[in-house]
């Protein structure tokens, strides 16, 4: 099958993993065979499931499965505030760190591909950004009767959706409805800001997480999968 993609440079990736690593979109001007000779040292591309006969041809060029993932959308409805969710507060960075690269130590940021602690150190990063108001606009966290922290969920507006980008539930409050309160204040985030759809991502091989979007009323948009091949770094 012939495959043409374009070839976008990860330039973010690249420098805070130490692995210089390029994206290949499909549908795109250069053909697959010459996009493999791009000097780099790791080759991304996402794949919807459904494409079957591309994942042939990229498995026929040594790419590998790595994760697969889906998309999922709820429709935004009439909400209300949660009780003892806040604002996250920069002084909630460390503990917030800490917990998000614990929570989400598994993911396609994982070896061999990278370093063993990548994973980690990246949504660490992501959830300080978030805190901060860089890519996701805003941290919520929430806390119990007594002011501790048991969760936190990230968020972002983009061309009219709002979008969760990282929700975690501390270990000693899991199993007490933590996720779902902050699924509502998600809703409730999007609803403010006039927003109608809240999107969220999710590996498919974590199944908390499915459960927890499709129990709150999310719908199964679309699957893909993840395929890395090593590159050719002349560097």
Not at 56 to 66: E, G, K, P
Not at 102 to 118: G, H, I, N
Not at 190 to 196: L, N
Not at 210 to 220: K, Q
Request: hydrophobic fraction near 45%.
């Amino acid at each position: 099958m012939p495959v043409h993609v374009n070839i976008n440079p990860l330039s973010w990736e690249s420098a805070f993993f130490g692995v210089a690593t390029v994206r290949l979109d499909p549908e795109g001007e250069t053909a697959l065979e010459e996009a493999l000779r791009h000097p780099c040292a790791l080759m991304q591309m996402k794949v919807a499931a459904s494409q079957t006969a591309l994942i042939d041809t990229l498995q026929q060029h040594q790419f590998q499965l790595v994760e697969g993932e889906a998309d999922l959308s709820l429709a935004v409805k009439q909400t209300e505030r949660q009780a003892g969710i806040r604002i996250a507060r920069e002084a909630q960075i460390p503990l917030l760190r800490d917990a998000a690269s614990q929570l989400f130590s598994q993911s396609r940021f994982r070896a061999p591909w990278y370093a063993p602690d990548a994973s980690g150190r990246f949504y660490a990063q992501w959830i300080e950004n978030a805190v901060r108001g860089t890519f996701d606009h805003q941290c919520l966290v929430a806390s119990d009767a007594h002011g501790q922290p048991q969760g936190f969920v990230s968020l972002r507006e983009v061309e009219g959706e709002a979008r969760i980008g990282l929700l975690g539930v501390l270990p000693d409050a899991q199993g007490q409805g933590v996720g779902q309160r902050l699924m509502l204040a998600a809703a409730d985030w999007a609803r403010v800001r006039g927003v109608a759809q809240l999107r969220v991502a999710t590996q498919l091989s974590n199944l908390t997480a499915m459960r927890l979007y499709l129990r709150s009323g999310a719908r199964l948009d679309s699957t893909a999968y993840w395929f890395y091949r090593k590159g050719h770094d002349s560097i």
